[in-house]
């Protein structure tokens, strides 16, 4: 799979680079963790505090920034606390980012390297913008909906919601997961695209009467294989999300790392305009082997580790 891979990029003429896994910043998304480590170098006496990537997007935005062109980076990346059917803490992901390209064409990219990889070349793609899908399928507005008619929709599928104390985007997360990510790329590529801007995430926000998040994900087989975006080259804007970020991780309790100040030096320096694609591999190789558990395409899962 992975010479696959290299072969498609090598073929686009798209650079392999390598970048950090451990760095002294960490990411601020509220719904990840960081798993951490301590670097006890010359002139650290009580060590560096250092966290292990979730992603390398940070780095090879830097490298955007600093001339680099189109790049793709196949690497380890860990979250703390996650495990289960389709999660591991340690996993292997595919990252590229393509300069001068919109979200909507990375889209038909991201379906080619998946054909390629599947072997698959007549396997066929549907798109579906985020807000159509919950009118169609859940008969609810996103962008017009409140607590209280997420609360009955849910009840009404069967999820009892007593005792969650979930935000607007919180229960639209656990109507997608439970109610409708299980029927999405079933013999098909499933593209969700345009978020609302409350998940826009590292994402561009485009205006409008409804204002969407320029962002995508990919679903095969009922799993989420990918997570694009048409990226965000605003630095004051890029700070702003951090510093909210940072704000709901410390209002949970969670702790609040440092935010990777050269990066925004580096979006203020100038990013180019680009589109870039996170694909977990794992998955990817589990719908490849027709495997139903992550850990039957682990050499040595965690607990074995």
Known sequence: MLATIRSFFAEASVLEVETPIASRAAISDPALDSLGTRWQGPGQPEGLPLYLQTSPEFAMKRLLAAGSGPIY???????????????????????????????????????????????????????????????????????HTDLDALGRVALGLGIQGAGLHLDLDGWLDLLLTHCLEAHLGRGCMTFIYDYPPSQAALARVRAGPAPVGERFELYLEGMELANGFHELTDAGEQQRRFTQDLAERALAGCPTPPLDEAFLAALAAGMPAASGVAVGLDRLLMVKTGACHIDEVLAFPVERA
Do not use: T
Not at 75 to 104: A, I, Q, T
């Open 73 to 143: 980076q196949i690497c380890k990346v860990f979250r703390d606390g996650e495990r289960g059917r389709l999660h591991h803490p340690e996993f292997s992901l595919l990252e590229w980012y393509r300069p001068g390209l919109g979200y909507r064409e990375l889209m038909i990219e991201v379906a080619a390297v998946v054909r390629r990889v599947l072997d698959a070349p007549g396997l066929s793609v549907e798109e579906i913008a985020y807000r159509d899908l919950f009118r169609d399928r859940l008969g609810l507005d996103p962008w």
